[in-house]
């Protein structure tokens, strides 16, 4: 990489520096307003940018953390750590990201952009030891002269932050803080390390929650998105740089943009992962809560409202909408809400809100029939079945299982060949992804044989449904013909134990049987096709029953 331009008459300074104090001296040398992120060597370098760099068009992509392809200069005025008379500024070199936020800022604009391999973020200096103007002088100093080098700055890390992820807290949270001029900056200072104690004890990685984070003020602001920090330590740091805004505590704002951008799959969204906010609101909020809070309900959101220093009794007349906690949350039944009586007592609340948040079995508005069933194929492999067929069966079911989120937190599918016995092709708890299932799927080979439909549904109840997921149970049998035992008995069983059973017969299944294992109301639960190419057509209305059965029960 190359080093970045400067002015001429300086070029002897700036080497100087650069060479005899290191990055972390917090010597600025002097930039242009055209200097990028990646054009600097160093990690945590402090520069000084030259006035008027609005007036120039550099460009800026991100917010918050920007694209090392971005101008320092241009970012620091975005970022408001620096103003337009110029001055010092520290970078700090970050990995690469995906989906930086297009914001405007201190007039400039940055723009969005999808991916960068690398980033960096901006905070003001403490303590330059010196100030770099066109008349300081391009002598060396003498090397006993020289000030001593500064020891590098700490990043802040946590104990309890592991790298691995915390496998039993699979969730996509989004964490709106407030930052109007209700809240102060002390305070926010109070709320920025309970946020990071909350982050830390959680866990975040590959394999356990994501979390981004939004600030509430007069218009809501995206800090990062759930995937530009999946290390601990990163975004620990991340939460610590957040800058106060001030403004109106305009909550109801900040909820409803958060509910529409942020868990997208393009902003990082898992398929079949819960949604959570968690919204923390200092006093009461100045707008309403309760359509942004419906919108976040319908999309699945599960919304966690903390309120730290409850409005007094005084206070109460000036509250806009004094039941804004029961109108904000997923459901009003006390599990989403959470009152901390102050912002000096947090430390204690950072484990049991920790467990809220993690708690799959609760999060209510998270739960639909796409991402919250457990649904076992029982599949006639007998003799009348034949080899073309079977795969059109399995075509039929793989159908069915590309609807649903599998995953290891979503939905989950297992399958059952039968003729006279019984194989557990593959269990509910076997493939923990769309892909892993569906291909577990198609590849089941023929097994060829008689038809023994009730064995196989005393099997599968006691084998496939022995342990499931928090979800609920639906089995669809699928068959070409007359079972040689009886059906009825082993259904009914099958239902008491919670299983909601659909049976589908193809040729010459004869529709008494076929009824007598389906759950009621026997019409919605018995499907019948004379042709095996007939299979198709049934994915859908199986998959709207399922749907039906789930709200129904839910």
Same mark, same amino acid.
């Given at each position: 990489?190359?080093?970045?331009?400067?002015?001429?008459?300086?070029?002897?300074?700036?080497?100087?520096?650069?060479?005899?104090?290191?990055?972390?001296?917090?010597?600025?040398?002097?930039?242009?307003?055209?200097?990028?992120?990646?054009?600097?060597?160093?990690?945590?370098?402090?520069?000084?940018?030259?006035?008027?760099?609005?007036?120039?068009?550099?460009?800026?992509?991100?917010?918050?953390?920007?694209?090392?392809?971005?101008?320092?200069?241009?970012?620091?005025?975005?970022?408001?750590?620096?103003?337009?008379?110029?001055?010092?500024?520290?970078?700090?070199?970050?990995?690469?990201?995906?989906?930086?936020?297009?914001?405007?800022?201190?007039?400039?604009?940055?723009?969005? =952009?999808?991916?960068?391999?690398?980033?960096?973020?901006?905070?003001?200096?403490?303590?330059?030891?010196?100030?770099?103007?066109?008349?300081?002088?391009?002598?060396? =100093?003498?090397?006993?002269?020289?000030?001593?080098?500064?020891?590098?700055?700490?990043?802040?890390?946590?104990?309890?932050?592991?790298?691995?992820?915390?496998?039993?807290?699979?969730?996509?949270?989004?964490?709106?803080?407030?930052?109007?001029?209700?809240?102060?900056?002390?305070?926010?200072?109070?709320?920025?390390?309970?946020?990071?104690?909350?982050?830390?004890?959680?866990?975040?990685?590959?394999?356990?929650?994501?979390?981004?984070?939004?600030?509430?003020?007069?218009?809501?602001?995206?800090?990062?998105?759930?995937?530009?920090?999946?290390?601990?330590?990163?975004?620990?740091? $991340?939460?610590?740089?957040?800058?106060? =805004?001030?403004?109106?505590?305009?909550?109801?704002?900040?909820?409803?943009?958060? $509910?529409?951008?942020?868990?997208?799959?393009?902003?990082?969204?898992?398929?079949?992962?819960?949604?959570?906010?968690?919204?923390?609101?200092?006093?009461?909020?100045?707008?309403?809560?309760?359509?942004?809070?419906?919108?976040?309900?319908?999309?699945?959101?599960?919304?966690?409202?903390?309120?730290?220093?409850?409005?007094?009794?005084?206070?109460?007349?000036?509250?806009?909408?004094?039941?804004?906690?029961?109108? $904000?949350?997923?459901?009003?039944?006390?599990?989403?809400?959470?009152?901390?009586?102050?912002?000096?007592?947090?430390?204690?609340?950072?484990?049991? =809100?920790?467990?809220?948040?993690?708690?799959?079995?609760?999060?209510?508005?998270?739960?639909?029939?796409?991402?919250?069933?457990?649904?076992?194929?029982?599949?006639?492999?007998?003799?009348?079945?034949?080899?073309?067929?079977?795969?059109?069966?399995?075509?039929?079911?793989?159908?069915?299982?590309?609807?649903?989120?599998?995953?290891?937190?979503?939905?989950?599918?297992?399958?059952?060949?039968?003729?006279?016995?019984?194989?557990?092709?593959?269990?509910?708890?076997?493939?923990?992804?769309?892909?892993?299932?569906?291909?577990?799927?198609?590849?089941?080979?023929?097994?060829? !044989?008689?038809?023994?439909? !009730?064995?196989?549904?005393?099997?599968?109840?006691?084998?496939?449904?022995?342990?499931?997921?928090?979800?609920?149970?639906?089995?669809?049998?699928?068959?070409?013909?007359?079972?040689?035992?009886?059906?009825?008995?082993?259904?009914?069983?099958?239902?008491?134990?919670?299983?909601?059973?659909?049976?589908?017969?193809?040729?010459?299944?004869?529709?008494?049987?076929?009824?007598?294992?389906?759950?009621?109301?026997?019409?919605?639960?018995?499907?019948?096709?004379?042709?095996?190419?007939?299979?198709?057509?049934?994915?859908?209305?199986?998959?709207?029953?399922?749907?039906?059965?789930?709200?129904?029960?839910?």
């Amino acid at each position: 990489m190359s080093r970045p331009s400067v002015l001429l008459p300086l070029t002897g300074l700036f080497f100087l520096i650069s060479s005899a104090f290191g990055s972390e001296s917090g010597v600025p040398y002097p930039v242009t307003c055209a200097t990028r992120g990646a054009d600097l060597v160093e990690d945590g370098v402090v520069v000084l940018c030259p006035p008027d760099c609005t007036q120039w068009k550099v460009s800026v992509f991100g917010t918050g953390i920007y694209a090392s392809v971005s101008s320092v200069c241009g970012a620091a005025v975005h970022r408001g750590v620096l103003g337009p008379s110029g001055g010092p500024v520290r970078v700090k070199k970050l990995r690469g990201r995906h989906s930086y936020m297009s914001s405007y800022a201190h007039g400039i604009q940055s723009q969005a =952009l999808s991916h960068w391999t690398a980033s960096f973020s901006l905070t003001k200096p403490v303590n330059v030891p010196l100030e770099l103007t066109s008349e300081t002088s391009t002598t060396a =100093l003498p090397a006993a002269a020289q000030p001593p080098a500064k020891k590098p700055l700490k990043k802040p890390s946590v104990k309890k932050a592991l790298t691995g992820g915390n496998k039993d807290c699979q969730m996509d949270i989004a964490i709106v803080i407030d930052s109007s001029n209700n809240i102060g900056q002390r305070r926010f200072n109070l709320q920025k390390n309970f946020v990071t104690k909350l982050a830390a004890m959680l866990r975040v990685g590959s394999t356990g929650p994501h979390i981004g984070l939004v600030q509430a003020s007069g218009s809501p602001r995206t800090e990062f998105l759930l995937t530009n920090y999946t290390q601990p330590k990163e975004l620990l740091f $991340a939460i610590k740089e957040l800058a106060y =805004l001030g403004g109106d505590t305009n909550t109801g704002k900040a909820i409803m943009h958060t $509910a529409e951008t942020f868990f997208t799959q393009e902003n990082g969204g898992r398929r079949g992962h819960p949604r959570v906010m968690m919204v923390l609101v200092d006093g009461w909020p100045s707008d309403d809560l309760e359509q942004a809070a419906m919108l976040a309900r319908e999309s699945g959101i599960n919304v966690f409202l903390v309120s730290v220093a409850k409005p007094a009794p005084e206070e109460l007349s000036m509250v806009r909408d004094k039941d804004f906690m029961k109108k $904000a949350v997923c459901k009003d039944n006390g599990f989403f809400s959470y009152l901390i009586p102050s912002w000096f007592s947090t430390t204690k609340h950072v484990k049991p =809100l920790t467990q809220r948040l993690c708690s799959l079995d609760g999060l209510l508005c998270s739960k639909t029939c796409y991402n919250s069933v457990n649904i076992g194929f029982l599949i006639d492999g007998s003799s009348s079945v034949g080899e073309g067929n079977f795969q059109l069966v399995l075509d039929f079911v793989a159908g069915i299982a590309r609807s649903f989120d599998i995953s290891d937190v979503g939905a989950r599918i297992g399958a059952v060949q039968f003729t006279y016995d019984q194989r557990l092709e593959f269990g509910l708890f076997d493939h923990s992804n769309k892909d892993d299932a569906i291909n577990a799927l198609r590849r089941i080979p023929y097994m060829s !044989g008689g038809t023994s439909t !009730g064995a196989a549904i005393s099997y599968t109840t006691q084998n496939l449904f022995r342990r499931t997921g928090p979800g609920r149970n639906f089995l669809i049998v699928v068959t070409d013909g007359q079972s040689y035992d009886d059906v009825r008995d082993p259904a009914t069983v099958a239902q008491k134990q919670g299983v909601t059973m659909y049976s589908v017969g193809v040729a010459w299944a004869p529709l008494d049987d076929l009824r007598a294992m389906s759950s009621e109301p026997k019409d919605s639960h018995t499907f019948f096709t004379r042709e095996f190419t007939g299979l198709a057509e049934f994915i859908p209305p199986l998959v709207r029953g399922i749907c039906r059965d789930f709200t129904e029960n839910n």
